[in-house]
């Protein structure tokens, strides 16, 4: 399928704890992979992404793991902060036939909530 | 500069109003698209432009019209809408819709309510 799920609806954690959010994609061909941030009230942030030739990228705070054998993305976020908490969306993009690229495909999201 | 913006943020209407949607950047994106979210739902494609020529229609109603006057703007024309459509409605642009590493940038949402 073309399906891109996540493994739990919600995740609570401490504050200063580290958070794991992982991701589940079905389409091998995927190319492109990006965690996006929603806050209660706006729009989804981009925070990171990866292509499928790499296994891992860093940016502030936050690391994303691709595992193209298994098919699975996680996203890691040290030292967790209030600030954190927010749906968080894992979108691979799909391409399409005939020259179109870059539809985005958005699993399911998981809620993290950090708790003080 | 990553904004996209968007009004009305609310939107309140009935089912025989017309109203429409706009939004707004002012990145010299060349693809423009409008999104539909549910609660606790992930954002579902609608439509998309690439320079301000419609490419993509995900088999949207027709009581869902929407429109590109220029690169910056992209409108979404309301007329007859049901209840169900009662949803955030999301506006995103990208440089480019020929390159998945393309990042679509989201505006806030129109809170859309159908009685």
């Known amino acids: 399928g073309e399906s891109v799920g996540l493994h739990l609806p919600t995740l609570s954690v401490q504050e200063g704890d580290n958070s794991i959010i992982n991701c589940a994609y079905s389409?091998?061909?995927?190319?492109?992979f990006i965690w996006y941030k929603q806050e209660s009230g706006k729009g989804p942030q981009f925070i990171i992404d990866?292509?499928?030739?790499?296994d891992k990228r860093q940016g502030q705070r936050v690391t994303v793991l691709l595992n193209k054998t298994v098919k699975h993305l996680s996203l890691q976020i040290a030292a967790t902060q209030p600030g954190d908490s927010a749906v968080y969306f894992c979108?691979?993009?799909?391409?399409?036939?005939?020259?179109?690229?870059?539809?985005?495909?958005f699993g399911q999201g998981t809620t993290l909530q950090v708790k003080p | 500069d990553t904004e996209v913006t968007q009004t009305p943020k609310h939107l309140v209407m009935g089912m025989t109003n017309k109203k429409s949607l706009k939004c707004e950047q002012h990145?010299?994106?060349?693809?423009m698209y409008w999104y539909k979210q549910k609660a606790k739902k992930p954002p579902e494609l609608m439509f998309v432009?690439?320079?301000?020529?419609?490419?993509i229609n995900e088999s949207v109603p027709s009581r869902f019209s929407p429109e590109c006057p220029n690169s910056s703007l992209l409108n979404l024309h309301l007329h007859a809408l049901q209840p169900e459509d009662s949803a955030l409605y999301l506006c995103?642009?990208?440089?480019?819709?020929?390159?998945?590493?393309?990042?679509?940038?989201f505006g806030p949402g129109t809170r859309l309510t159908v009685l």
């Open positions: 990866i292509r499928s030739n790499m």
């Open positions: 979108a691979e993009t799909l391409v399409l036939g005939s020259g179109n690229t870059g539809k985005l495909i």
């Open positions: 389409n091998s061909a995927s190319d492109y």
């Open positions: 432009y690439s320079y301000e020529k419609l490419s």
């Open positions: 990145m010299g994106h060349r693809a």
């Open positions: 995103a642009s990208s440089r480019l819709y020929s390159s998945p590493a393309d990042t679509q940038y």
